[in-house]
């Protein structure tokens, strides 16, 4: 099946007992069971959840793997790939990422035990610099929130997989629309479905993927034990959203092209960080592995003061201002405040995060008004 066909079709198959074509929304938090131990394959909702069950097959058919499970959230997801290592465990991270990821690692796992260290790994090739006996994983952001760094999945799998350790790709930014790190060798693919997996900024939800048995085994006793399962709702209201997630990415990805183009032509803008530009470090890994460039971009004003960088944010009409990203509305951010916050500020600038950076997630609306809108905003 291709990428267009398994949106709408993969994991879903009409409801067994009424014959609805939508994969109905399960709002039950336990089954009744014919005797002790005899039942229809559900026992309790936590558990396993026929709504959730169809996200979690649709979701590991778009990423070409074998498995899925669904969590409360992006981080609840990451959080239980944490979960599957022991105190004393390394693990080596990309060093731009989404300050929530940032703030689960060192604020909670470094206390259990677990040590991280922070990598530019823009060239694969300092991996081998940093692998230890002891480091069990290694965390990709590619393209990274908020720099759009773009790291090459093939070469850190191959890397990391000679010295034994695992690979988790946060494929949140690029989707299975754009690109399926398990294809380059990754072992975990993590979501947060909040973002254009749901696509419509109404869900919280994450999800791990994997082609590997023993840690889908290890991850769904986890996700049992641990208890951060989504609601029926909410895995209904992402089922829905996936069923567009072609439509939608493609139209996010031609807006975010044209909006690259007119910044990086703007006689005010210093910077513009989109690996769709030719001028994007790592242009021809992106072109390599990924289907196309993503709604994502971040940009800076020349001078380089706080100032501008407030005036724009607070300026435009339709960006709104806002957290998260991948909706079909266009969302203006500035990490420094708001989604990088947690991050020190001297590790955000030696990161190359500078307090004047904007962040835009660029919707679907019409890409002469999204202009209109920055024009008069950066003014
Ligand atoms: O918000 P949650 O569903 O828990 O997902 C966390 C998360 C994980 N990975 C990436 C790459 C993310 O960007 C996020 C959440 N990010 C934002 C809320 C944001 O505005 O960047």
Request: charge should be negative; proline fraction near 5%; glycine fraction near 8%.
């Amino acid at each position: 099946m291709k990428f267009a066909t398994k949106v709408i079709h993969a994991g879903i198959h009409p409801d067994p007992t009424t014959g609805a074509i939508m994969t109905p929304i399960y709002q039950t938090s336990t089954y009744v069971q014919e005797a002790p131990g005899r039942h229809k394959g559900y026992e309790y909702a936590r558990t396993s959840n026929p709504t959730r069950d169809a996200l979690q097959a649709n979701l590991a058919a778009l990423e070409n793997c074998r498995y899925g499970l669904c969590f409360s959230s992006g981080l609840a997801a990451t959080d239980a790939v944490l979960k599957l290592l022991s105190k004393g465990d390394e693990v080596l991270s990309t060093s731009d990422i989404y300050g929530g990821t940032y703030r689960l690692f060192v604020k909670v796992f470094e206390r259990l035990g677990l040590r991280f260290r922070f990598v530019d790994l823009q060239n694969p090739a300092r991996l081998a610099d940093y692998l230890t006996a002891k480091t069990k994983l290694v965390w990709i952001e590619t393209p990274s929130n908020p720099m759009m760094q773009i790291i090459d999945l093939e070469a850190v799998c191959t890397l990391a997989h000679q010295h034994g350790a695992y690979v988790a790709v946060d494929n949140t930014f690029a989707t299975p629309y754009l690109q399926n790190p398990a294809e380059w060798g990754a072992d975990l693919v993590v979501h947060s479905a909040t973002k254009y997996l749901g696509g419509h900024s109404d869900v919280v939800m994450g999800a791990v993927l994997t082609n590997n048995e023993e840690l889908y085994e290890r991850l769904k006793f986890l996700q049992n034990a641990c208890g951060a399962v989504p609601g029926p709702m909410d895995c209904f209201l992402v089922l829905r959203g996936i069923k567009t997630l072609h439509v939608r990415m493609q139209r996010h990805c031609e807006n975010a092209e044209k909006i690259a183009d007119f910044l990086v032509s703007h006689p005010k803008v210093e910077d513009v960080f989109y690996p769709g530009i030719p001028a994007h470090p790592n242009h021809a890994v992106a072109r390599k592995q990924m289907r196309g460039f993503g709604g994502m971009l971040s940009f800076t004003l020349k001078g380089n003061r706080m100032e501008d960088a407030l005036k724009v944010l607070s300026n435009t009409r339709l960006f709104a201002l806002a957290e998260s990203l991948g909706g079909v509305e266009s969302l203006i951010g500035h990490p420094a405040t708001m989604t990088h916050a947690s991050i020190p500020k001297e590790e955000r600038e030696s990161r190359g995060l500078r307090d004047t950076l904007i962040r835009l997630s660029v919707g679907i609306e019409d890409a002469d008004d999204l202009m209109s809108d920055l024009e008069q905003a950066i003014g």
